[in-house]
């Protein structure tokens, strides 16, 4: 065996043979194939190429999402703050120490700078024009405060506004539950109930001093909680109904003498015209001036009743449920009205929506008198028949409904005229 491999060896040249070239033309020569160029540089981008955890390619799917977007926010500075917020995350070797999943998003992030800047920005004009207005004050207590709010330590800036730029992303770390615990104690140390209460009454008293200027803060949306009830002086009878977007202004709001006669015209009105969206239109502003004003009593009850037929009349469930939820708080408070009629009706709507959770808790606040009340057995009867499938009794009782409860039943007789045609063919069976 082992001269037999000797000889295998040796037969085999230690050189690659070559053909001789037999004439003096230029022939092809065949070019040795290339090693492909790429090879290396692919590697090298391999080995620069950086696998990045699954919490921050999630991350990232979030900030992209259709449902995430936002219209202040453009995709440009999204992108932006995404490159900014991994890249410092993956310089200081912070990607597997962020909490990504509890993270804000970036266009998110850049929402909440802006308004810090917006604030930083309203913050020491209204500061100016306050310390201008208190240094004419001889009140020792409201200098005393305003010494400790206003402190040349905190360059003029709140303490809640005060935030540490270096630490930000720190912040947004997941920390072990011990160290999490320490950290929000430190916290609330640190925002005190005394802070917040010196926050609050800085706010609220220069708006309750120079409420009577012209630049007041009394413009805003949400009236301070202490102010009372608005005293209306509008003597139009008919207005349109506008939502509120700032605290209701009494030279557009009507009192309730003129409230009393735009209901009787409305009344007249749609005895005559049938507008319905006329109507609702009226009806809502008229429930508004009531609101604004507090004014709850017998004629508050009346006006939501009329409203509420006048929506089943015309199948508008959805203003008759506003106005049926505003009726059960007035009935709770016995302002007088026709409480066992609406109870009814709200019977015949829950078996309508097929809303049991609410029907059971309908029958819960049902008294003995209120069942002896013969629109409320009505209700009642409609609801055993259809719960025993007795549809000939259920017909029965459609034939003969009290009030307007027929509106009502109307909305739902064809579902179950389906469901008792689907009981007959059940149980019919063919004679032999």
């Known amino acids: ?191 005190s109930k005394a802070n917040l209460e010196l926050r609050r009454k800085r706010f609220e008293e220069p708006r309750a001093r120079y409420g009577s200027s012209p630049s007041s803060r009394d413009d805003s949306p949400s009236p301070s909680a202490n102010q009372g009830p608005v005293v209306g002086r509008c003597q139009d009878l008919e207005k349109n109904y506008f939502r509120l977007t700032s605290a209701p202004n009494p030279d557009t709001v009507r009192p309730l003498p003129v409230l009393v006669k735009t209901l009787d015209l409305l009344k007249k009105k749609w005895k005559r015209d049938n507008n319905y969206n006329y109507i609702c239109d009226q009806f809502k502003s008229l429930r508004q001036d009531l609101t604004v004003q507090h004014i709850r009593n017998e004629f508050t009850v009346s006006v939501y009743e009329i409203h509420a037929r006048i929506a089943l009349e015309k199948g508008d469930l959805g203003e008759y449920n506003q106005c049926q939820t505003q009726l059960r708080a007035l009935y709770a408070q016995q302002l007088g009205g026709h409480p066992t009629e609406f109870k009814a009706y709200r019977i015949l709507y829950f078996i309508h929506t097929r809303n049991w959770t609410a029907m059971n808790d309908a029958l819960a606040d049902l008294t003995a008198a209120d069942k002896r009340d013969p629109a409320v057995k009505h209700a009642l009867d409609v609801r055993s028949a259809l719960a025993l499938g007795n549809y000939h009794r259920f017909f029965q009782l459609y034939l003969d409904t009290p009030n307007m409860g027929a509106y009502l039943m109307d909305m739902f007789v064809d579902r179950e005229r389906l469901s008792a045609l689907t009981a007959i063919c059940k149980a019919y069976v063919l004679a032999r």
Not at 40 to 53: G, T
Not at 79 to 105: C, Q
């Open 1 to 191: 065996m082992w001269p037999r491999l000797v000889n295998r060896v040796i037969a085999t040249p230690a050189y690659i043979p070559v053909q001789a070239r037999r004439s003096l033309a230029h022939t092809a020569v065949a070019s040795p194939t290339p090693t492909p160029a790429s090879q290396p540089s692919d590697a090298e981008a391999a080995r620069k190429r950086v696998e990045w955890p699954a919490p921050v390619r999630l991350y990232v799917q979030r900030s992209f999402a259709p449902e995430h977007q936002m219209s202040s926010v453009s995709r440009e500075e999204m992108e932006s703050k995404l490159k900014a917020v991994i890249t410092e995350a993956a310089e200081n070797n912070k990607l597997d120490k962020i909490d990504w999943a509890s993270l804000p998003l970036p266009q998110v992030m850049v929402q909440n700078e802006r308004n810090r800047i917006l604030a930083s920005l309203n913050v020491p004009a209204w500061s100016a024009v306050a310390t201008q207005k208190y240094e004419s004050s001889s009140d020792a207590s409201s200098r005393k405060r305003k010494s400790v709010e206003y402190n040349g330590d905190a360059n003029s800036c709140p303490p809640w506004r005060q935030t540490n730029n270096h630490n930000a992303f720190e912040d947004r770390i997941t920390y072990s539950p011990t160290d999490k615990r320490q950290r929000i104690d430190h916290k609330n140390t640190s925002k």
